[in-house]
């Protein structure tokens, strides 16, 4: 019977060990959307993606070439880190933030770019002077 007893204290405590461990990862998870959050509201121009990634390079370099210096964001874990950032659903990575509100991905950005509406958007954003 001591036995059972100290089997049931083990289980117990293992028990009351998983939700800190749970806790403490959404307690990160919550501190990361926070920093993106924050880095969207913050920066005119904002390119969310993951390291390394080459459309993140892309990206950047387009921004770049139209005189415009965007603040990089990498992520690791995206859907999880932009999910409190963008209303309704999916987002492509790379993700760019023009004025705190999502422009779109890399497609959307070049036919944005094509069309002759970026510059005015990153005007708007204060993001651009010309």
């Known amino acids: 019977m001591g036995v059972d007893v100290a089997e049931e204290e083990r289980l ?7 939700p800190a461990a749970a806790s403490a990862a959404d307690a990160e998870a919550v501190a990361r959307e926070e920093e993106v959050r924050r880095a969207v509201a913050e920066c005119p121009v904002l390119v969310v993606g993951r390291r390394g990634c ?4 892309v990206v950047k370099r387009l921004l770049q070439g139209l005189g415009v210096n965007p603040a990089v964001h990498e992520v690791a874990d995206a859907e999880a880190e ?6 309704g659903g999916d987002v492509a990575l790379p993700a760019v933030f023009v004025g705190g509100r999502l422009l779109g991905g890399l497609d959307r950005l070049m036919a944005v ?7 005015p958007i990153l005007k708007d954003a204060g993001a651009l002077w010309l």
């Open 12 to 18: 117990l405590a293992a028990a009351q060990q998983q």
């Open 54 to 57: 080459c459309l993140s390079h």
């Open 82 to 87: 932009l999910a409190g950032v963008v209303d």
């Open 113 to 119: 770019h094509i069309s002759g509406d970026l510059v």
